[in-house]
């Protein structure tokens, strides 16, 4: 198998042993008798037979149940690279799976035939979490990648599988909107090794209207992340014309994100293209990247990363002491690698991330 190449296992080894519902964890039962779910921001009170926004979280007969769990649409070996992480094992493979269902409603959602759909609709399959663990043994994977839709939502699943993957050595990772209840995300990322947080914008408007969440909440998960947790983070923001592209609002982020988490934290600009809900936008020119990444260069982020277009110079990783090229990349693909122990190679200074 190729990395990059998606597939859907058919194999009697991949197949959950029976089709039990997975009982759900974060939730109570309210006055009038429904359910109220804590797994993220969003609070939804569910009557029976029911479910919460997500679509996966169902009320059947009092009891909350994740639909999701052991449901993945599918499985895809991905270069480390397209989660993106460009500090975290760079040049290594990971194998890469979500299910049906967001517990954001993006309209410029680029992954919408799943995050949009409901089980029923998506040509999900069952893995228990020990199949899974099987499958990133067999390809070799030495991480695990919860994407595609967000991972918050079938956090139970996360868990298991997490669990068992430290066992075996395997390294996790959360590709994520940041949504997720303060209580929550102690339990789903207990045993996270990385994750990639979308910062959307750096606007309540932009959250509010185009997401249906709010930007506090993401921003409280990123200073979680950073001062209460081991756990690596890089940061994306989709930059969309005329929505979140300003340098003003860009500079803004920048700030934040060097006064609240610092300057190590890899930031990626990565471009929009008309989708879903929003196909009336035009692609995000090259000049609006350009700009991004040498606005947070100015406000002295290390290292930033363009995405979506084909871009050395905004792909690869530069030493901030000597300014040589320690990581050159082509797309996904690692050209050169520089780096003796974590450190540049030319003047040894140590690079941040995990190597």
């Known amino acids: 198998m190729k990395a990059g190449e998606a597939f859907y296992c058919s194999s009697p080894l991949y197949i959950m042993k029976g089709n039990e519902l997975k009982p759900a964890l974060w939730w109570e039962k309210t006055e009038n008798g429904k359910i109220l779910c804590t797994l993220c921001p969003r609070y939804c009170t569910i009557g029976t037979g029911q479910s919460g926004f997500c679509f996966i979280r169902t009320n059947i007969d009092g009891v909350l149940y994740s639909l999701g769990y052991g449901r993945p649409t599918g499985f895809a070996i991905d270069p480390i690279e397209k989660k993106p992480l460009n500090h975290f094992y760079p040049g290594s493979e990971i194998l890469s799976f979500g299910t049906a269902g967001c517990n954001l409603g993006c309209k410029f959602c680029q992954n919408w035939s799943t995050s949009k759909a409901r089980i029923a609709e998506a040509a ?78 750096f606007s309540e408007n932009f959250y509010h209207k185009l997401t249906f969440s709010h930007l506090n909440d993401i921003l409280d998960t990123l200073l979680w992340l950073k001062r209460d947790t081991g756990i690596w983070f890089e940061i994306t923001t989709l930059l969309i014309p005329g929505e979140n592209d300003s340098a003003e609002e860009i500079k803004q982020m920048c700030g934040w994100i060097v006064n609240n988490l610092g300057v190590e934290v890899p930031l990626h600009f990565t471009a929009f293209h008309p989708d879903f809900k929003m196909t009336d936008k035009p692609r995000t020119p090259a000049s609006t990247l350009d700009m991004a990444r040498s606005i947070a260069i100015g406000e002295g982020i290390k290292y930033c990363y363009l995405g979506n277009v084909h871009n050395i110079k905004g792909e690869t990783t530069y030493c901030p002491s000597c300014g040589k090229d320690v990581i050159k990349r082509d797309w996904h693909s690692v050209l050169s690698y520089n780096l003796t122990g974590g450190k540049c190679s030319f003047c040894g200074t140590p690079i941040a991330g995990r190597f």
């Open 124 to 201: 999900s399959l069952y893995a228990s979490p020990e199949e899974v663990i099987k499958l990133a043994k067999k390809y070799k994977a030495p991480s695990i990648a919860y994407t595609y839709n967000d991972p918050t939502i079938f956090g139970e699943y996360v868990m298991d599988v997490s669990e068992l993957a430290r066992r075996e050595g395997i390294k996790n990772v959360m590709v994520t909107a940041g949504y997720i209840d303060k209580k929550a995300r102690k339990d789903v990322y207990r045993f996270i090794d990385a994750a990639n947080v979308d910062l959307k914008a």
